[in-house]
C-alpha cells in the first residue's frame, strides 16, 4: 500500500548518504539523546532544518555506529500522498507493516518521523511500538503545544526534547570555515563578520534563503514562510475560517517588535475580545513564529498583568512582512539578542526600574539573574548616557554588579563604584557557545 512512497523517501537503503548541510549547534545534545532509550522530539518553526538534521542523524547512524541502513526507517509524514490517510492511526501501522516487508531489518530500529503533528493520534503508535524496547523513535514537528500534550498525554516521562532554531551567527559563521571560537581568527575576520551580522539583519537566518542568498527573492520566500504557517498551521488549530483579522493580528505584531502592549489595547483596535487576543497570540507561539515577552516582577500576579512584548524567529521575516517604511536596526539588533538569549536555554523577560526606566532583557538561569541593554551605538552622548543610566539603576535595584550592552561595533567597559558594565560588539556575542555565553553573564 504505501512501499512505493517509503522506498522514495529512504534512499540510504541504497547506499546513497544525505548531504551533510550545515552543522547544527544542538546536533551533539541529539547524540546525547540517542544514546539513551528515550523518544526525542525535536521541534521548531517549518523550515528551520528540522529534516536535515534527522538526515544528518541517519548519516551519523551508518557512518559511526554502523547501523545497517535497512533498520532506518525516515518518513516525511506532510508528504502530500499521505493526507488521505491522516486522520486514521491505523495507517501508521501500515506503514509500519510495508517497512518490515520490504526492508527486512533485523536487531534495533531507528524510526525518524518527520513533522509528525499530520497524523492523528501518533503518539498511540509510537508509545506500542516503543515498549518493545527494539526501537527507538525520533519525531520533529512544527507546533509546540500540540506536541507537548500528545507527548504529556501518552508519552510522559518517556521523551527528551530538543528546540531547533533557523541557523545561528555562529553556525553560518562557521559554514564560511569562520572558527569564531578561536580570538585571533575572531579579530582577523572582523570585517567578514560585521558584514554577516548587516546581513543576518537584514535577511535572518532561514537555511533556504541565508545559504543560498538571492536578495531579489529573498523576502518572497520568507513572506511565503510566513503565510504557510499562518494558514495551514495557525488558522486550522484555531479553526477559523475567514483568516484576514489572523494576518492583521500578526502583520501588527511583527511590525512593532520590542515594543510593549496589552491585550485591552489590541482588542480594541482590532475589535477583537482580550480572549481571542490572547489565543491568537497563544497560536503565533506554539507555531514559533512570534515569542511573548513578560515584563519581570518578583510578584507573579503583577508579572501576568504587566504589558508584554513580542519578538519574531527571524529577522528576515520582520523585514519581510513587517509594515514599515524605514529600516530600524536596533530593533531587529534587539531581536537577534533575544533569539541568541533563548538559543541558550535561558527564561528572559525585560525589566522596568522603579522610576520607570527600561531594560532590554533580563535573564534568568536557576535562581541568577543577568541585565541586558542593546544600542546599535554607543557614540551620541544622550543614548550613551540614557542606556547606561538605565542599566546601573536596574543592577542597584537587582543587587547585581555586572551588566552587558550589545552594540554594533563598540567595546568598553563603564564602571561605577562596585558596578561594571561590558559593552560588546554583537558580532563577539553572537559568537559565543551557549556555555561561554551564560559565563559572560555570570550565569554559570
Not at 96 to 107: C, L, Q, R, T, V
Request: proline share 3%; hydrophobic share 40%; charged share 25%.
Amino acid at each position: 500500500m504505501f512501499e512505493d512512497v517509503i522506498i522514495e523517501q529512504n534512499p540510504h537503503w541504497d547506499g546513497k548518504l544525505y548531504e551533510q548541510g550545515v552543522e547544527r549547534s544542538c546536533f551533539p545534545k541529539l547524540l546525547e539523546y540517542l544514546a539513551t532509550e528515550m523518544i526525542i522530539s525535536v521541534i521548531g518553526v517549518r523550515r528551520a532544518g528540522k529534516s536535515t538534521i534527522l538526515k544528518q542523524v541517519i548519516n551519523h547512524l551508518i557512518l559511526e555506529k554502523k547501523v545497517n541502513a535497512k533498520n532506518i526507517l525516515f518518513m516525511n509524514l506532510e508528504h502530500p500522498y499521505f493526507s488521505s490517510y491522516s486522520k486514521e492511526v491505523g495507517y501508521l501501522e501500515k506503514i509500519y507493516e510495508d517497512f518490515i516487508k520490504i526492508a527486512h531489518p533485523e536487531g534495533k530500529i531507528y524510526i525518524l518521523l518527520d513533522e509528525v503533528q499530520f497524523f492523528n493520534k501518533w503518539p498511540v503508535f509510537v508509545k506500542s511500538h516503543y515498549e518493545q524496547k527494539n526501537i527507538q523513535f525520533i519525531v520533529t514537528g512544527s507546533n509546540s503545544a500540540l506536541l507537548s500534550i500528545d507527548l504529556i498525554t501518552l508519552l510522559s516521562g518517556r521523551t527528551l526534547r530538543l528546540e531547533v532554531f533557523p541557523l545561528s551567527f555562529q553556525e553560518i559563521a562557521q559554514s564560511k570555515n569562520i572558527d569564531v571560537s578561536n580570538p585571533l581568527q575572531l579579530s582577523k575576520h572582523k570585517p567578514e563578520l560585521r558584514e554577516l551580522l548587516d546581513q543576518f539583519l537584514k535577511y535572518g537566518g532561514f537555511p533556504g534563503v541565508i545559504l543560498n542568498l538571492i536578495p531579489t527573492v529573498a523576502y518572497d520566500i520568507l513572506n511565503a514562510y510566513a503565510k504557510t504557517i499562518l494558514y495551514q498551521d495557525v488558522a486550522p488549530r484555531l479553526q477559523i475560517r475567514k483568516s484576514i483579522e489572523l494576518e492583521r493580528l500578526f502583520v501588527y505584531l511583527i511590525s512593532n517588535i520590542g515594543k510593549p502592549f496589552s491585550y485591552s489595547n489590541l482588542s480594541a483596535l482590532f475589535d477583537l475580545t482580550d480572549k481571542v487576543i490572547k489565543e491568537y497570540i497563544g497560536a503565533f507561539a506554539d507555531s514559533y513564529l512570534l515569542f511573548e515577552l513578560e515584563m519581570f516582577d518578583f510578584s507573579l500576579k503583577k508579572q501576568i498583568r504587566n504589558q508584554k512584548k513580542v519578538y519574531s524567529i527571524d529577522t528576515g521575516q520582520v523585514n519581510a512582512v513587517a509594515f514599515h517604511f524605514t529600516e530600524n536596526l536596533g530593533r531587529l539588533l534587539e531581536n537577534f539578542v533575544f533569539l541568541e538569549l533563548r538559543r541558550a536555554g535561558l527564561e528572559i523577560y525585560y525589566y522596568k526600574t522603579q522610576n520607570n526606566l527600561e531594560v532590554d532583557f533580563l535573564a534568568k538561569r536557576n535562581m541568577k539573574l543577568a541585565l541586558v541593554q542593546v544600542a546599535l551605538n554607543m557614540r551620541n552622548p544622550e543614548t550613551l548616557a540614557r542606556e547606561q543610566k538605565a542599566l546601573f539603576q536596574g543592577l542597584t535595584e537587582l543587587k547585581l554588579n555586572h551588566g552587558v550592552i550589545l552594540t554594533q561595533d563598540d567595546e568598553d567597559e563603564l564602571v561605577d563604584g562596585d558596578t561594571k558594565i561590558t559593552v560588546m560588539p554583537a558580532y563577539k556575542f553572537f559568537s559565543l557557545s551557549s556555555d561561554k555565553k551564560i559565563e559572560l553573564l555570570q550565569l554559570n
